[in-house]
Nanobody, 127 residues
Framework: QVQLVESGGGLVQAGGSLRLSCAAS????????MAWFRQAPGKEREFVAR????????NYADSVQGRYIISRDNVKSTVSLQMNSLKPEDTAVYYC????????????????????WGQGTQVTVSS
């Protein structure tokens, strides 16, 4: 079984920064792509960022490109999301997710590509 536990959320003023972390249990981490998604109240869960198994390739949603950085540590089995220049519209519950079984490149930005999810951590950005 895989367990993902997020941490690092909180309340921050617009323009500030937060760093989210996700700790994974199980031996699948170093072979799996990882991603962050977010869900704001009344909205669908949306893709934020993805990193491949080795950390050599990353993808970002247009809305966070240039502000967020995803990284991973395969020794510690953690994936992080550095969030800078935060905006009120970044307010959401943030989830980390693991792709245990490759679903194809076309699916990588969809929730359906991911097989394990954390419980989420709240990020609130005040104006």
């Amino acid at each position: 079984q895989v367990q993902l536990v997020e941490s690092g959320g909180g309340l921050v003023q617009a323009g500030g920064s937060l760093r989210l972390s996700c700790a994974a249990s199980g031996r699948a981490f170093s072979n799996s792509a990882m991603a962050w998604f977010r869900q704001a109240p009344g909205k669908e869960r949306e893709f934020v960022a993805r990193i491949n198994w080795s950390g050599s390739n990353t993808n970002y949603a247009d809305s966070v490109q240039g502000r967020y950085i995803i990284s991973r540590d395969n020794v510690k089995s953690t994936v992080s999301l550095q969030m800078n220049s935060l905006k009120p519209e970044d307010t959401a519950v943030y989830y980390c997710a693991m792709e245990l079984y490759f679903k194809g490149d076309s699916a990588r930005f969809s929730t359906s590509a991911y097989d394990a999810w954390g419980q989420g951590t709240q990020v609130t950005v005040s104006s």
